[in-house]
């Protein structure tokens, strides 16, 4: 596999020269060149353009742009226009159409309106694929392909589909007679007598059956990108790479799997701006106010997208979108104040980023993103955007040989469940959403709080997947001295078993409701919770409750936790664990809300609610003091600041220094130090002074 070759940090945008309302290609591109962008991704949205009609293939359209780029030193990503099918497809080929529902066909209009697992289609696709990549392959501007756009925006109801998904079921459990016992189909009647029993998913209320329906969904992603990666892969030269472009928070895949066939995985990282990208901030940003992707703001959603995104392959990723300007609809104007782009830039490169690119070159004046802002407006003309990502691109020049292989230094992990979103998508514990079923985005609320709590904290977080988790326990503790489980509602005996291993090593087990209280099948486990991990943590519950209002917790100690239990309390019983924090309530006062029990070599700690803000990052502070390493640029930041480090090849250790505010502060050096860009020296307690939603680069030699 190849992977992009260390040149720094690539700046680029996606640049559509098709969509231009006149020639302008010599104009964009010394544009570009001036803002210090070396890349552009093209081709991924344009099939009917590349095959305007069945078998009549237009190949050459893209050369020019490509020459033209080449000629200016700018490296090209070409992405395979798979995932936006033209007309005559649908025309032609009816079959493979994707269906949101049994028997219902999404209507044409939009796109990712096909189903990609229809075998027409795979035909059609590799026909069309063969013949770009043929085309442009060994053209000295492409460094590599981008295959489809966002896989999985939507579940498909194909009657094949379902189909695959019987074959699925037999090849995982053999008979109906397994079936029905794994799954509890005696309940409501359900038992199946035969495969054909089985009915279609739209009315289902079992949730083995959803989270069955869901693994398969994402089988069908992955299946999909791994036959296109490998299509690729074989057709072009070792130094191209291959990646997609992955939106984080998509239906129908798993993260943590479908980056597997991928040389390096790219992702969408879009975010909140003006006031909601400021720290500390408000702790919700109004619903509706940015596209349903971006469910709440402040820095620490920019550093999740990033964790997450570094999370996918544990390894540097590219940012193949993020934001311009504006992002959304026509009433989604909000373009970022003055320094917030330069500042999620260095954010990124700081959390493993080798691309930072632009979606997009400049704004459409036509079709359904007509407002999802380009670094060019309407216009066409540059302007603030223009010149303030002209800036950032002239830094990542200058200290390119030193950033292009940045390793992001994180003090604990976090452990992220895709089957835990969806059966928490399915039967929600979080009151919310509509219905009885509970808020589908329970899973993300959990996994913010707990997340935005270590932020807060001031510390970096891995993210990984249960299946990344090395069996050997003490190798997880030499990598993460903490590791933090939020929501993990799916959990099988063998990775219960590795986490309370790891506190027995001498790692800090984090707990949080709802860890490990159903089994692979969503079959809730018939015994006291948390079960497998009962001993280890010291506590027990048997009941739980959800809370309609938040309910004061106070300390018990000298920890000085304070803050607020919201939307869920595990009733605990402390069974030789040290209580940490307890409730203001007169029923829930009987039971901890907080904590910690000394087990082996190391610890668990229990939180038993979903905590507000003030009580996440105390929780958080706990766990550093007694568990991770003291940093005094951790401990020397204002409340406005953030410090990120990254260690470099050489050995030198770079800190990353924010100010997210319009409110200028001095931040305190704790060493001896340097920056980056100016070269201005600081000695140890000299004053940093920054300004508003500003970010310095510091340097230590370490050698």
């Avoid at 001498?506 to 709802?514: K, M």
Wanted: aromatic share 12%; with cysteine.
């Amino acid at each position: 596999m190849a992977e992009p070759k260390a040149v720094g940090v690539r700046f680029g945008a996606a640049y559509y020269h098709e969509y231009q309302p006149y020639e302008r290609l010599n104009a964009d591109l010394n544009l570009m060149v001036e803002a210090g962008i070396n890349v552009i991704r093209v081709g991924e949205s344009v099939w009917s353009t590349w095959e305007p009609r069945e078998n009549q293939f237009n190949l050459d359209w893209l050369a020019p742009i490509l020459d033209a780029a080449y000629q200016r030193g700018i490296s090209a990503i070409i992405g395979t226009p798979t995932y936006a099918v033209p007309p005559w497809l649908r025309r032609k080929y009816p079959e493979t159409t994707a269906r949101t529902a049994t028997g219902v066909e999404q209507p044409y209009g939009a796109r990712q309106d096909v189903d990609y697992s229809s075998p027409g289609f795979r035909y059609l696709a590799e026909r069309l694929v063969r013949k770009i990549v043929a085309r442009y392959r060994d053209h000295p501007a492409v460094i590599g392909w981008q295959v489809d756009n966002e896989p999985g925006l939507k579940l498909f109801y194909n009657h094949s589909v379902f189909q695959g998904f019987l074959d699925y079921l037999r090849d995982r459990y053999g008979d109906v007679d397994t079936l029905n016992q794994r799954w509890g189909l005696t309940y409501w009647s359900h038992r199946l007598s035969d495969w054909a029993d089985l009915w279609t998913p739209d009315g289902n209320t079992t949730p083995s059956y959803d989270l069955a329906w869901r693994r398969y969904q994402a089988e069908l992603t992955h299946d999909y990108i791994r036959w296109q990666a490998e299509l690729v892969r074989g057709l072009v030269p070792d130094d191209q790479f291959v990646t997609t472009c992955v939106a984080l928070g998509q239906v129908g895949l798993d993260i943590s799997k479908v980056a597997e066939p991928l040389d390096i995985v790219g992702t969408n990282v879009y975010y909140a701006t003006q006031d909601a990208l400021e720290l500390p901030g408000p702790d919700e940003i109004p619903p509706g106010l940015y596209p349903f992707f971006v469910s709440w703001g402040g820095p620490a959603w920019v550093y999740l997208q990033a964790d997450l995104s570094r999370g996918t392959r544990q390894q540097p990723f590219l940012v193949t979108e993020t934001n311009a300007s504006s992002i959304g609809g026509p009433a989604d104007n909000f373009p970022s104040y003055r320094g917030q782009l330069r500042q999620v830039v260095w954010s990124l490169v700081a959390r493993g980023a080798r691309l930072v690119e632009y979606w997009h070159w400049h704004s459409l004046h036509y079709g359904a993103e007509t407002y999802w802002g380009g670094i060019l407006g309407h216009s066409l003309e540059p302007g603030r955007i223009y010149a303030e990502l002209a800036a950032v691109g002239a830094e990542l020049a200058q200290v390119a040989d030193l950033i292009g292989t940045l390793e992001a230094r994180s003090d604990v992990a976090v452990l992220v469940s895709a089957e835990s979103r969806w059966a928490m998508e399915f039967m929600g514990p979080l009151r919310g959403g509509s219905g009885w079923m509970g808020d589908p985005q329970s899973y993300d609320r959990i996994l913010a709080a707990f997340y935005r709590g270590l932020f807060d904290a001031g510390l970096a977080v891995d993210v990984v997947a249960p299946g990344q988790l090395s069996r050997d326990a003490d190798e997880l503790v030499r990598r993460w001295p903490a590791l933090v489980v939020p929501g993990l509602y799916i959990a099988t005996d063998e990775t219960l078993e590795l986490l309370r291993d790891y506190a027995e090593a001498g790692g800090h087990l984090v707990l949080t409701p709802r860890t490990g209280y159903a089994d692979e099948e969503a079959v809730v486990r018939h015994e006291v919770m948390p079960g497998l991990l009962r001993k280890a943590a010291g506590v027990r519950y048997l009941e739980f409750t959800n809370l309609r209002d938040a309910v004061p917790v106070t300390a018990i100690g000298a920890h000085g936790l304070a803050g607020a239990a919201t939307g869920w309390a595990d009733e605990l019983d402390a069974e030789g664990a040290e209580v940490l924090a307890e409730y203001d309530h007169p029923h829930l006062s009987e039971f901890p809300a907080a904590t910690t029990n000394a087990y082996g070599r190391g610890r668990v700690t229990y939180i038993g609610t979903v905590p507000d803000r003030e009580l996440a990052a105390g929780l958080a502070a706990y766990v550093a003091e007694v568990s991770v390493t003291p940093d005094p640029w951790r401990s020397a930041r204002p409340p406005s600041t953030t410090c990120t480090t990254s260690f470099a090849a050489d050995g030198r250790v770079l800190r990353f220094v924010h100010n997210w505010s319009w409110e200028p502060v001095d931040f305190t050096v704790p060493t001896a130090t340097r920056d980056l860009l100016s070269d201005q020296a600081f000695e140890a307690r000299d004053a940093l002074t920054l300004g508003a939603w500003a970010v310095r680069i510091l340097v230590e030699d370490r050698s």
